[in-house]
C-alpha cells in the first residue's frame, strides 16, 4: 500500500497548481484524506481535509482559494491551489486514515515570480 503523489512544482503567485495523490494496494474503508504541508523551519501543518462522507475542513490560510475534492473509485485525493501566495511555498503531503495511516512522498510546491 502505498501514495504517489504528483503536480507539485513552480507556480507564479496569483497561479494556479493541482496536486493529486492516489493510494495504490489494499486499502479498505477510508475515512479520511487529506493534504499536510511543511515549509522551511516551520512545523507541519494540515492544509484541507475531506472525509468519506464529503465534508471538508480547510486552514484559514487557505478558504476560499483551496479546494480539496476526492474520487472515490479511483482511491484519490486532488488539491486545487487557485491564488497561490508565497506564503503557500512548501512541500506537501498527502494523508490517508484507512484501516492504516499512510503518508505521501511529499512534493514541492513552490510560487514566486
Known amino acids: 500500500m502505498q501514495l504517489v503523489e504528483s503536480g507539485g512544482g513552480l507556480v507564479q503567485p496569483g497561479g494556479s497548481l493541482r496536486l493529486s495523490c492516489a493510494a495504490s494496494?489494499?486499502?479498505?474503508?477510508?475515512?479520511?484524506m487529506a493534504w499536510y504541508r511543511q515549509a522551511p523551519g516551520k512545523p507541519r501543518e494540515l492544509v484541507a481535509s475531506i472525509f468519506s462522507g464529503g465534508s471538508t475542513g480547510y486552514a484559514d490560510s487557505v478558504k476560499g482559494r483551496f479546494t480539496i475534492s476526492r474520487e472515490n473509485a479511483k482511491n484519490t485525493v486532488y488539491l486545487q491551489m487557485n491564488n497561490a501566495k508565497p506564503e503557500d511555498t512548501a512541500v506537501y503531503y498527502c494523508?490517508?486514515?484507512?484501516?492504516?495511516?499512510?503518508w505521501g512522498q511529499g512534493t514541492q510546491v513552490t510560487v514566486s515570480s
Open positions: 494523508y490517508v486514515q484507512s484501516h492504516i495511516i499512510l
Open positions: 494496494g489494499s486499502i479498505f474503508s477510508i475515512k479520511v
